[in-house]
Structures are given as C-alpha cells and as structure tokens.
C-alpha cells in the first residue's frame, strides 16, 4: 500500500487568513504602532488589493487573536492592541478543555515547569526581586482573615519569582496555568496552620533565592507544591480530577 503523505490532509490556508496573518506580522514587528488605528477600509481595498469579504473576515480574525478591536460609529474602525497574558491564559484553557485534560494535568505541569522557574530565578534574581518576593510574605503574613488578599499575594509570589527566573516563554505558560487553577480555586478550606505553612514555604524558597542555591531553590518549590496538591487530593478529592474550563 504507498504511503499516505502528510502534507495531503493540511488545509490551504483561505486568503481571509494569509491576510490576518500578514497584519499579524506587520502589528507583531512594530511596523503597525499600538494604538494606531488602520486605514479606512476604501484605503485598505485599494492598497492590498482584495475583496471587501477577505478583509472584513481577515479583520475579524486580528480581533479574536487581540491584535485590534473594532470599533463602530463616527471615528470608530480597526485600532491596533497588544494581547495579554490573561487573554493567553483563556485561549489555553479553551484547548485544554478541548483535549479533556483536568486540573491534575495542570498541577502536573506547574510541578514540571515552577521548580525549573525557581532554578533560573537563583542564577538571575536581583535584590529588588528579593524585596518584593518578601514583601509579598509579609502582606500574606498580615491576611490571615483575608483569604482573597492571601490568595492575591500568594499569585503575586509566584509571578514575581517567574519574572525573575527571566524567562518570558515560561513565565507566560506559568502565569497562565496559575490563572487557570491555583490553590484558592480549588474549593479546599485553609485553616491559619496550613496558611501558615504556605507562608514558611515561601520564605525558604526567598531565602534560597537570595543565597543564590540553584538546586536547593528547585527542590524547595516543587515540595511547596506537592505539598498543596497533596493537601487538596486529601480534603477535596475530586477537585484535581474536575475537567479544565474557561476562566470566570
């Protein structure tokens, strides 16, 4: 039987979409400012030469990407924006939920990707770092009775280390999947012993940090948190294994 070529079964891509695509790299590279607004459609037709249905539907694709809003009335069209990691955050919940993955597949690759984080953190982090990693404690220290401020502070620590490990493809994957799930959403009650040990835990990691200890900082984020999926795997057990969906 001859081989069936791969190549056979990728789409042609439709001309609507080699359009967005150009804009997308035009906007992507700079050549196309933030905040500047396209050309009036009349202008855009007759300078890329394609049917109004190709650039209307190539303008709506930017717009699902985030690369413009569209705006309607006198002044209104096409003005040019940057997507952000929360809108990153969206669209890959939408394709973990597509692929039925749960929040133990999340947990799986944040234990992957945070201690590597931590690592590269220890090699790069700098001494202002440092203050906000343990400002960000003293304010968890001081919301004990505040579970949605410890709950903030607690994402702010572990952004603001993954900004230090410097590495913006794997801060962003980090981000996202912390937006997706985190300790607050997993409907498991914390009581002040168990919020206290978060607080120990992320004083460690700090301090490990500030020594510059690559391996000891790793090991220590990735028991933080085994330690917090093993917490919510004993007092909610269904949590980890509830399907990914869309942020609220």
Do not use: C
């Not at 931590?118 to 001081?142: F, G, N, V």
């Amino acid at each position: 039987m001859k081989p069936v070529q791969m190549s056979a079964f990728r789409r042609t891509p439709k001309a609507s979409e080699r359009l967005a695509r150009q804009l997308a790299t035009s906007i992507v590279e700079g050549e196309i400012e933030e905040g500047a607004r396209l050309p009036h459609e009349s202008e855009m037709l007759a300078q890329l030469q394609v049917s109004r249905a190709t650039l209307r539907e190539a303008l709506r694709l930017l717009e699902v990407w985030g690369l413009v809003v569209i705006r309607t009335g006198p002044g209104g069209g096409p003005t040019v924006r940057r997507p952000s990691s929360g809108e990153f955050a969206e669209h890959l919940a939408l394709m973990l939920q597509f692929q039925d993955l749960t929040l133990q597949d999340v947990s799986d690759a944040r234990l992957a990707l945070e201690p590597m984080m931590a690592r590269l953190a220890a090699e790069r982090i700098t001494p202002k770092q440092i203050a906000e990693l343990r400002d960000s404690i003293e304010i968890m220290k001081q919301s004990y009775d505040n579970s949605a401020e410890f709950w903030v502070q607690n994402q702010r620590f572990h952004s603001e280390l993954a900004e230090a490990g410097d590495s913006r493809v794997i801060k962003m994957i980090v981000d996202s999947l912390k937006f997706i799930a985190d300790g607050a959403s997993s409907g498991v009650h914390y009581e002040h012993g168990e919020l206290a040990e978060v607080i120990r835990a992320h004083t460690k990691i700090v301090d490990l940090l500030e020594a510059g200890d690559v391996e000891g900082a790793a090991k220590s984020m990735h028991h933080h948190l085994d330690a917090g999926r093993r917490f919510i795997a004993k007092n909610q057990p269904y949590a980890l294994r509830s399907r990914i969906h869309w942020p609220d």
